[in-house]
């Protein structure tokens, strides 16, 4: 295989072994950041263009979280929910600019400003188009 930037590669040490992985480190770039900026979050999406498969099935709109071990100040949601289609949380605080943030995915991973209680507020709309609503109370204890 022709290296093409053989004379670069070899001017920083490298031997044609490394100078073979360094491009296609480069060629493979554009998929790592690709990979990179869609994160899993797209992967666990629901698919709400398919009918549900279990109509007359009564839905469920459960949630629960957890305090990241490694991240401080993130926190995880767990979804448990059945037939939900759509979701809308305001998670309890607002940006630097004044907002409040809220999130749209399936179970977010959010990074709060501080310790402390946070009420946080789900709505779901389920596959009979009634909405649901649950009031969370969660505890950031990890900075």
Known sequence: MEVRSLPLQLSLGLNKAGAFLLNLTMRLSWLIIFVAAIGCDLFSELDNSAPHPFPDQIPVFEFSYSNSLTLPGWIRYRNHCT????????????????????SYSYAPKVKYPQNGTYRVIVQGLDINDKMHEKILSIQVSNY
């Open 83 to 102: 037939s939900i289609v759509s979701y809308k949380w305001y998670l309890g605080f607002t940006d630097a600019n004044g907002n409040e943030a809220i």
